[in-house]
């Protein structure tokens, strides 16, 4: 058994530095992979830095876009409230006024009916 060894020593002193060589080749690509992770995290960490700020930004054109529709729908509801105060008090002014015509109607029907009875009047007065 110790003759097999010795037989196998020569072959496993060949093999020793071409483990050594795969290692180290095996050490150099794991710093490689490592170092390219580690510069692929910065670019996601820049972009996820650079996403943020884009994303508050549109959070605060929101805001600032929803307070100018939140304005302009207050602004409509007090125009549409004004409008339909206009629109009832114009209802009432033509409701008045159709009763002033009526009146006037009338007026004017008593006050031809008074004159004609007046001229009535001074045509047997004026007979006699």
């Known amino acids: 058994m110790w003759q097999i060894l010795f037989d196998l020593l020569p072959h496993l002193t060949r093999l020793v530095p071409m483990a050594d060589r795969f290692f180290a080749t095996r050490t150099a690509s794991e ?3 490592e170092a390219a992770l580690a510069s ?4 996601v960490r820049a972009d ?3 996403l943020g700020d884009t994303h508050t930004g549109l959070s ?13 729908a207050l602004d409509t509801k007090h125009a549409r409230i004004a409008i339909q105060s206009v629109e009832a008090r114009i209802s009432t ?3 008045r006024a159709n009763v002033a015509m009526r009146l006037l109607a009338i007026v004017l ?5 008074t004159l ?3 001229a009535a009047i001074l045509l047997k007065l004026s007979h006699r």
Do not use: F, V
């Open 93 to 95: 002014l033509e409701q």
């Open 40 to 43: 692929l995290a910065a670019t």
């Open 31 to 33: 710093k490689a992979n």
């Open 116 to 118: 004609l009875l007046l």
């Open 48 to 50: 996820l830095t650079q």
């Open 60 to 72: 605060q054109q929101l805001a600032d876009q929803t307070a100018l529709l939140t304005a302009a």
């Open 109 to 113: 029907m008593l006050l031809s009916a």
